[in-house]
T-cell receptor, first 111, second 116 residues
Framework: KQEVTQIPAALSVPEGENLVLNCSFT??????LQWFRQDPGKGLTSLLL?????REQTSGRLNASLDKSSGRSTLYIAASQPGDSATYLC??????????FGGGTRVLVKP | EPEVTQTPSHQVTQMGQEVILRCVPI?????FYWYRQILGQKVEFLVS????????KSEIFDDQFSVERPDGSNFTLKIRSTKLEDSAMYFC??????????????FGPGTRLTVL
């Protein structure tokens, strides 16, 4: 059974610092991995999708890497801003349709 | 930009009552999903739906739950007799396809269900 873990559970950084968020999964037979942002009491906004054949994906200040063999992905957010404060979730898609989610990392960027 | 919408945003019900949560997926998408998130816990998969039938369901999705696409736009989740432990945020999602590695799932804003 696929298990997805995100460490740390919470992170607080001063504005301008780079953020590094980690995601690990137990079964490397995945099709893709998605990173989401969740604001308090709100839905999930898709940030990036990395296909199993890719090593990284970039969108603006966001860069996500994937090491499928070791079961790890890292989301980097450059030059963090207070507006980046949110919970970041990773989710993996293996065989079938479902996404399996990690518990999230709650990020606070202090001005 | 197209988005998934859900109604209502918040539903309060008494234990044992039936509830129907509604979703309008992105218009050209073919695959539809329900997930839930109990407060403080992980987002959990409930069910996926394609071509008017369930394609996959989790062990959470027991006989109390059902899904339907009653017309060309709505996708509903019905809970027949709600329990206290059904209190959660319920998310609808859709994707344009599911068998490949590039199928981004797009999520709605959620319906917060509170069972009293």
């Amino acid at each position: 059974k696929q298990e997805v873990t995100q460490i740390p559970a919470a992170l607080s950084v001063p504005e301008g610092e780079n953020l590094v968020l980690n995601c690990s999964f137990t079964d490397s037979a995945i099709y893709n991995l998605q990173w989401f942002r969740q604001d308090p009491g709100k839905g999930l906004t898709s940030l990036l999708l990395i296909q199993s054949s890719q090593r990284e994906q970039t969108s603006g200040r966001l860069n996500a890497s994937l090491d499928k063999s070791s079961g790890r992905s890292t989301l980097y957010i450059a030059a963090s801003q207070p507006g980046d404060s949110a919970t970041y979730l990773c989710a993996v898609k293996a065989a079938g349709n479902k996404l399996t989610f990690g518990g999230g990392t709650r990020v606070l960027v202090k001005p | 930009e197209p988005e998934v919408t859900q109604t209502p945003s918040h539903q309060v019900t008494q234990m044992g009552q039936e509830v129907i949560l509604r979703c309008v997926p992105i218009s050209n998408h073919l695959y539809f999903y329900w997930y839930r998130q109990i407060l403080g816990q992980k987002v959990e998969f409930l069910v996926s739906f394609y071509n008017n039938e369930i394609s996959e369901k989790s062990e959470i999705f027991d006989d109390q739950f059902s899904v339907e696409r009653p017309d060309g736009s709505n996708f509903t989740l019905k809970i027949r007799s709600t329990k206290l432990e059904d209190s959660a945020m319920y998310f609808c999602a859709s994707s344009s396809w599911s068998s490949g590695s590039t199928d981004t799932q797009y999520f709605g804003p959620g319906t917060r269900l509170t069972v009293l």
